[in-house]
């Protein structure tokens, strides 16, 4: 495909389940960040993937969030033991090597937790 | 302490009308600045990079501007349209490479009004 991928675009779950969020990235792109966007609110960031290696894990809000990436493909972003604190949209951007490259984001997926 | 400040947090214009959206930001090292535009329910999607020695840069009808000197951008929307109601995000990268700090501003929601 031609941009990011998300997927689920919506999720609903139940307080406490678990929830896994998956982001394929463009082709090539060495770089993956994760976000965070409550409702209204601007992008929070979680952490970020050279490679598939995490760098930057300092977003990570508590140890119920994780993220792993396979090779230089897709992420997958695993919340354990729901909170309602954890609904908004979460987003994945990748982009390729340079810091002159923009950042290319899914449209997220939209995470109810009830 | 890196800092994206944008304002007005919101706006609301008349269709065909102009209006100027301001960042400013406190990062240190500078590398480039973008404005991102995001409509509701979609990811962010770049509109222009600034660098330090870029003073304006045009696109379509969206015009940013640069003052490095005392870290300021503007964006400028002339003729605003319909389509042009989103959320305006200023984000400042941090060195040059894509392991870089990217900060985000909170962003400023523009409504255009027919």
């Known amino acids: 495909g031609a941009g990011v991928s998300q997927s689920p675009s919506n999720k609903v779950t139940e307080k406490g389940k678990d929830v896994e969020l998956r982001c394929d990235p463009i082709?090539?792109?060495?770089?993956l960040y994760w976000y965070r966007q409550r409702l209204g609110q601007g992008l929070e960031f979680l952490i970020y993937f050279q490679g598939n290696s995490a760098p930057d894990k300092s977003g990570l809000p508590s140890d119920r969030f994780s993220a792993e990436r396979t090779g230089e493909s897709v992420s997958t972003l695993t919340i354990q033991r729901t909170q309602q604190e954890d609904s908004a949209v979460y987003l994945c951007?990748?982009?390729?090597?340079?810091?002159?490259?923009?950042?290319?984001f899914g449209n997220g997926t939209r995470l109810t937790v009830t | 302490k890196n800092q994206v400040e944008q304002s007005p947090q919101s706006l609301i214009i008349l269709e065909g009308k102009n209006c100027t959206l301001q960042?400013?930001?406190?990062?240190?090292?500078?590398?480039?600045l973008r404005w991102y535009k995001q409509d509701t329910g979609r990811g962010p999607v770049s509109l222009t990079i600034?660098?330090?020695?870029?003073n304006t840069k045009s696109n379509g009808r969206y015009t940013a501007t640069l003052d490095a000197d005392t870290k300021q951008s503007s964006l400028h929307i002339t003729a605003s349209q319909l389509s042009d109601s989103a959320s305006y995000i200023c984000v400042v990268r941090s060195g040059y490479s894509s392991a870089s700090k990217i900060i985000f501003g909170s962003g400023t929601r523009l409504s255009i009004r027919p």
């Open positions: 600034m660098t330090f020695s870029e």
């Open positions: 951007a990748s982009s390729s090597m340079t810091g002159r490259s923009p950042l290319h």
């Open positions: 082709s090539g792109h060495t770089a």
């Open positions: 960042c400013n930001y406190t990062v240190s090292p500078f590398s480039n």
